[in-house]
Every structure is written in structure tokens, then in C-alpha cells.
């Protein structure tokens, strides 16, 4: 076995060749002799020695203290003092640079061995750790990378996993409406035809939602969330989702209820994509695990700040499960057997668009009595802006009289062509396509933004005229689906949470490029 290389810091020179000698006779090798601190540290770099035997008051202009200092700074090479004074100024002193041994001299043999033996051990093991942490830490940044890369995959692949179910969830629906407009066809037939497009519609709706799911996620872990912001009226939102889950409520026999009419109607600027989002989740969860009675649904600003709250009185959790609900892939009931679809995402969802959004989320529950779940936002208030329209020439669809006056009272020195119908629209579009901007709103029949899309695909191929639909009965079955198709037609559009107000004309015009 290679012998270990020891070098003696000692400026007494008959002390320095008794300890070379009782190395030499321990089994190791002195590689030097020297007798200040300066030298000390040259010999160091010079031998690479496997330990310093360093006496701590020396000739020159450093003791062995700071010589000890620089060695292991610069070369980590374990060093045990050797001193014939004992005082506690020396040994705090001492102290302070982590030595692997403390020797009074005069030493023997033995005590001399043992020092070395532990010192480079400890030294060996503490080298270990230290490799063994920074392999740890490269792998955490390779780990890290690869999660990025991961997330980044599925957030790029959105376009092509929901462009073939906007045509799968789309067109049954189309088909359905077609067949409706054909009275030879036995009704029993048409029943038929309509109850499998239907199911495949809904299963259709099924799948992208837990993709949408998925690829949120991804987006936001990535980075690449981007919120926008537009004016948002509270009550609008309360009426928009109570009817998105009005028919499965209903199912359940669970009434939805909302504090529209305890207090007055407030308005605030959000992302509506998003924090429809996250009530729809909340919501769906409740309905998901309600057998009977209410889910209620307030929303009420105080101070700077916006609650959003959906109480349920269904199976509850316990403390336990309240402590994990947020978690991904935490299910209340995770066995083979269970009552409950669905894969745990909905409220890691919910978590991470609230945080995002520099809000929080948080749940109350008693287990078989209820669950509340609070959504507390910052308050950002709207600022009133002049609207300015995109050109002179504006199609308004619109069926109510008093919006088309308000419309038409925002843009006082524009040209408007108003339809009550979509159908009407639609017809318009065929033989006149010479607008600046389309304002839509919720007529009859009743449209989706995936609806018009495709019937522009379908019709109007060409139309490049910006649009601006109204969202206020939340019927629009995919915003993200309407807005994918929109960009395939490489059209502008935008929705506005509905109905028209001036405020959000503007906002929605202002991320077209018009104001």
C-alpha cells in the first residue's frame, strides 16, 4: 500500500525530525520538513500531501492558523494543530478553521497515530459527502431539465391533439342540426341519429377536457401561462356558470343558487377564460360528489380583495383529505370500485391558475355534511377608456333591443347593419362581407363560438372581418377549441364576458389592435 504523505510545519528543527522519525516508524512519509506558514502553503500546492501536521506559532509573518486557513481553502487538505500552548485565545482561534485534530505537545507515538487515522477518515468521508451531494445537485438540474422539456413537449403538442376533436365533437353536432331539416326522415331515425352523436359529442367533450387539463398544467409548469386581463361583471359570471351545469344539476336533483340578488352587481378585471376555469372545476367537483340538497355560489368583494366561494352539502372530507385535495392525482376515493370518475386534476388545476393569478384557495369541510371552498383574488379595478371602434362599418347581432341602442350609443359616428338572428348573420355574410368589425351576441338560434367557426370554414372560408362574441349564458362549449379554430381560419377574435358593455368592447378591441 502507497504510504500517506504527511507535511510538518514545525520551526523547531530538532521537534521536526523527532516527528519525522515517529512517522516514518507509524508507517507513513514526511514529504517535507519546513518551518514558517508561507512555506507551508508553497509546499502544499507544490507536494499535494495526503495531510499537515502544523504547529500553530511559527517564524514569519503568518502562525499556523492562517497558513492552516489558506491550505484547506485552496488545496482541502485536512491539517491537525500541534501547539505547546493551551490557552483559549489560541484554541478559539483554532477552532474557527474546522481542524481535523488538537495536539499538545509533548505527544506520544500513539496519540500521534490516532489523530492521523481519524483525520483522514473523517476527511475521506466528508470528500464523500461532498461528491455525493454535488452528483445529487446535477442530478436535481438534469431532473428539472427534463420535467421542463416535459411540459414543454405537451404544451406544443396542444394544437394537434385538439384539432381533431373540434371536428369529432364538432361536426355530430352539425350533422344532428341537418338532419332536423329533413321531414322525410322518420322521427324514430332522426332520435337515433341524434342519441349517438350525442354520445359521441359527449365523449368527445369528455376527452378534451381532461387533455385540456393535462396541457394547462404543463403550460403553467413550463412557464408559459400568459393571463389576460378584461373587464368582468360579477353577476354575469354567477349566471354564466349556474347555466353551464344547469341540465346536470337537474340530473342530481341539486339546485344551484348564487347571492346575485343579496347584494349589488360589481365589476372587476380578470382572465374570464381562466376563472371560468377554476369555478367550473370547484363546481363540478360539487356536483361530482352531491347527491341532494344546494350548491351556492357567491361572489362578494371586500376591501382590495374578491371571494369567490362554492358551498356544497355533499359527502365532505376529513381533515386528513383536506390536507391532500389539492395535491395531483389525489382522489377522495381512489380504488377500483369507486363512484366517482375523473383522474385528480382538477384541483391541482384550480391551485395552480389561482396562484398564478396571486390569489389562494383554500377549503373548509365536515365529513358527511359539507365542503366550502374560498377563492380569494386581488381586486383590480377597470379603467374607463374611450372606445374606439376598428373601422366605420359594424354588423351587430343582436336580438334585444335596448343592447342594440347601447351599442350603438358607444359608437355614435359608425355605420351599423343590425340582425336579430344568427341565421340572419349568416345570410348577411353571403352577400356582404364589407365590415370592419362583427359584434355577436346571444341570439337565436342558439350559436357557440365552435358553431360559427365552422360554419365560416364551412360558408365563409375568406372572412377576414375581426369578431367580438358576447359570453354571457356561458353556452360557448370550448373557449380554447373556438379560439384554435379561429386562428386556423387565421381570423381575429375575441370573446367578451357578455352582455356588450363599453368596457368590454374596449378591452376586446384593444387586443385585436383597434384602440
Given at each position: 500500500?502507497?504510504?500517506?504523505?504527511?507535511?510538518?510545519?514545525?520551526?523547531?528543527?530538532?521537534?521536526?525530525?523527532?516527528?519525522?522519525?515517529?512517522?516514518?516508524?507509524?508507517?507513513?512519509?514526511?514529504?517535507?520538513l519546513?518551518?514558517t506558514?508561507?512555506?507551508?502553503?508553497?509546499?502544499?500546492?507544490?507536494?499535494?500531501?495526503?495531510?499537515?501536521?502544523?504547529?500553530i506559532v511559527?517564524?514569519?509573518?503568518?502562525?499556523?492558523?492562517?497558513?492552516?486557513?489558506?491550505?484547506?481553502?485552496?488545496?482541502?487538505?485536512?491539517?491537525?494543530?500541534?501547539?505547546?500552548?493551551?490557552?483559549d485565545?489560541?484554541?478559539?482561534?483554532?477552532?474557527?478553521?474546522?481542524?481535523?485534530?488538537?495536539?499538545?505537545?509533548?505527544?506520544?507515538?500513539?496519540?500521534?497515530?490516532?489523530?492521523?487515522?481519524?483525520?483522514?477518515?473523517?476527511?475521506?468521508?466528508?470528500?464523500?459527502?461532498?461528491?455525493?451531494?454535488?452528483?445529487?445537485?446535477?442530478?436535481?438540474?438534469?431532473?428539472?431539465?427534463?420535467?421542463?422539456?416535459?411540459?414543454?413537449?405537451?404544451?406544443?403538442?396542444?394544437?394537434?391533439?385538439?384539432?381533431?376533436?373540434?371536428?369529432?365533437?364538432g361536426?355530430?353536432?352539425?350533422?344532428?342540426?341537418?338532419?332536423?331539416?329533413?321531414?322525410?326522415?322518420?322521427?324514430?331515425?332522426?332520435?337515433?341519429?341524434?342519441?349517438?352523436?350525442?354520445?359521441?359529442?359527449?365523449?368527445?367533450?369528455?376527452?378534451?377536457?381532461?387533455?385540456?387539463?393535462?396541457?394547462d398544467?404543463?403550460?403553467?409548469?413550463?412557464?408559459?401561462?400568459?393571463?389576460?386581463?378584461?373587464?368582468?361583471?360579477?353577476?354575469?359570471?354567477?349566471?354564466?356558470?349556474?347555466?353551464?351545469?344547469?341540465?346536470?344539476?337537474?340530473?342530481?336533483?341539486?339546485?344551484?343558487?348564487?347571492?346575485?340578488?343579496e347584494?349589488?352587481?360589481?365589476?372587476?378585471?380578470?382572465?374570464?377564460?381562466?376563472?371560468?376555469q377554476?369555478?367550473?372545476?370547484?363546481?363540478?367537483?360539487?356536483?361530482?360528489?352531491?347527491d341532494?340538497?344546494?350548491?351556492?355560489?357567491?361572489?362578494?368583494?371586500?376591501?382590495?380583495?374578491?371571494?369567490?366561494?362554492?358551498?356544497?352539502?355533499?359527502?365532505?372530507?376529513?381533515?386528513?383529505?383536506?390536507?391532500?385535495?389539492?395535491?395531483?392525482?389525489y382522489?377522495?376515493?381512489?380504488?377500483?370500485?369507486?363512484?366517482?370518475?375523473?383522474?385528480?386534476l382538477?384541483?391541482?388545476?384550480?391551485?395552480?391558475?389561482?396562484?398564478?393569478?396571486?390569489?389562494?384557495?383554500?377549503?373548509?369541510?365536515?365529513?358527511?355534511?359539507?365542503?366550502?371552498?374560498?377563492?380569494?383574488?386581488?381586486w383590480?379595478?377597470?379603467?374607463?377608456?374611450?372606445?374606439?371602434?376598428?373601422?366605420?362599418?359594424?354588423?351587430?347581432v343582436?336580438?334585444?333591443?335596448?343592447?342594440?341602442?347601447?351599442?350603438?350609443?358607444?359608437?355614435?359616428d359608425?355605420?351599423?347593419?343590425?340582425?336579430?338572428?344568427?341565421?340572419?348573420?349568416?345570410?348577411?355574410?353571403?352577400?356582404?362581407?364589407?365590415?370592419?368589425?362583427?359584434l355577436?351576441?346571444?341570439?337565436?338560434?342558439?350559436?357557440?363560438?365552435?358553431?360559427?367557426?365552422?360554419?365560416?370554414?364551412?360558408?365563409?372560408?375568406?372572412?377576414k372581418?375581426?369578431?367580438?362574441?358576447?359570453?354571457?349564458?356561458?353556452?360557448?362549449?370550448?373557449?380554447?377549441?373556438?379560439?384554435?379554430l379561429?386562428?386556423?381560419?387565421?381570423?381575429?377574435?375575441?370573446?367578451?364576458?357578455?352582455?356588450f358593455?363599453?368596457?368590454?368592447?374596449?378591452?376586446?378591441?384593444?387586443?385585436?389592435?383597434?384602440?
Amino acid at each position: 500500500m502507497e504510504k500517506k504523505q504527511i507535511l510538518v510545519v514545525e520551526d523547531e528543527v530538532i521537534i521536526a525530525k523527532d516527528i519525522q522519525y515517529s512517522l516514518e516508524n507509524l508507517g507513513y512519509s514526511a514529504s517535507s520538513l519546513v518551518a514558517t506558514g508561507e512555506e507551508a502553503i508553497i509546499k502544499a500546492g507544490e507536494d499535494c500531501p495526503d495531510l499537515v501536521l502544523m504547529d500553530i506559532v511559527l517564524l514569519g509573518d503568518i502562525d499556523g492558523v492562517e497558513a492552516a486557513q489558506k491550505i484547506r481553502s485552496q488545496f482541502d487538505i485536512p491539517v491537525i494543530y500541534m501547539t505547546a500552548y493551551a490557552d483559549d485565545e489560541i484554541l478559539e482561534r483554532a477552532k474557527i478553521t474546522e481542524p481535523f485534530g488538537y495536539m499538545i505537545k509533548p505527544f506520544e507515538e500513539r496519540e500521534l497515530h490516532s489523530n492521523i487515522q481519524m483525520a483522514l477518515y473523517k476527511h475521506k468521508m466528508e470528500k464523500s459527502l461532498r461528491q455525493a451531494k454535488e452528483k445529487a445537485e446535477e442530478a436535481r438540474k438534469v431532473a428539472e431539465q427534463a420535467n421542463r422539456l416535459k411540459s414543454e413537449f405537451l404544451a406544443n403538442i396542444s394544437h394537434e391533439l385538439r384539432t381533431p376533436l373540434n371536428s369529432i365533437i364538432g361536426f355530430p353536432r352539425i350533422v344532428n342540426h341537418s338532419l332536423k331539416k329533413f321531414p322525410q326522415i322518420s322521427q324514430k331515425s332522426i332520435d337515433e341519429a341524434a342519441r349517438c352523436l350525442e354520445i359521441v359529442s359527449t365523449q368527445g367533450d369528455q376527452l378534451l377536457a381532461l387533455i385540456n387539463d393535462l396541457l394547462d398544467i404543463s403550460i403553467i409548469e413550463a412557464g408559459r401561462l400568459e393571463l389576460k386581463e378584461e373587464p368582468i361583471l360579477a353577476h354575469s359570471l354567477l349566471l354564466s356558470i349556474i347555466k353551464n351545469f344547469e341540465v346536470e344539476a337537474t340530473k342530481k336533483d341539486i339546485s344551484l343558487l348564487d347571492n346575485r340578488a343579496e347584494q349589488e352587481d360589481f365589476q372587476f378585471m380578470g382572465d374570464i377564460h381562466r376563472l371560468k376555469q377554476v369555478l367550473k372545476n370547484l363546481v363540478q367537483n360539487a356536483i361530482k360528489f352531491s347527491d341532494k340538497g344546494s350548491i351556492k355560489l357567491n361572489i362578494f368583494p371586500r376591501g382590495d380583495r374578491i371571494f369567490f366561494q362554492v358551498h356544497d352539502e355533499g359527502v365532505g372530507m376529513t381533515p386528513e383529505e383536506t390536507e391532500l385535495i389539492f395535491d395531483r392525482f389525489y382522489q377522495l376515493d381512489g380504488s377500483s370500485t369507486r363512484q366517482h370518475r375523473g383522474v385528480g386534476l382538477g384541483l391541482n388545476l384550480v391551485k395552480k391558475l389561482v396562484e398564478k393569478m396571486e390569489g389562494t384557495v383554500a377549503v373548509e369541510s365536515e365529513k358527511m355534511e359539507k365542503s366550502i371552498f374560498t377563492v380569494e383574488l386581488p381586486w383590480k379595478r377597470p379603467k374607463e377608456e374611450e372606445t374606439r371602434p376598428l373601422g366605420k362599418k359594424i354588423l351587430l347581432v343582436e336580438e334585444k333591443p335596448e343592447t342594440q341602442s347601447l351599442v350603438q350609443s358607444i359608437f355614435p359616428d359608425n355605420e351599423f347593419t343590425v340582425v336579430e338572428r344568427s341565421d340572419q348573420a349568416l345570410d348577411t355574410l353571403q352577400t356582404n362581407q364589407d365590415f370592419d368589425l362583427i359584434l355577436w351576441g346571444q341570439t337565436l338560434p342558439k350559436m357557440t363560438g365552435e358553431m360559427l367557426m365552422m360554419g365560416i370554414t364551412a360558408n365563409h372560408p375568406g372572412l377576414k372581418t375581426p369578431i367580438i362574441m358576447a359570453a354571457s349564458d356561458g353556452s360557448e362549449e370550448s373557449v380554447e377549441a373556438t379560439y384554435s379554430l379561429a386562428r386556423d381560419l387565421e381570423l381575429e377574435f375575441r370573446y367578451v364576458n357578455g352582455p356588450f358593455t363599453q368596457g368590454n368592447i374596449n378591452h376586446a378591441l384593444k387586443e385585436l389592435g383597434g384602440a
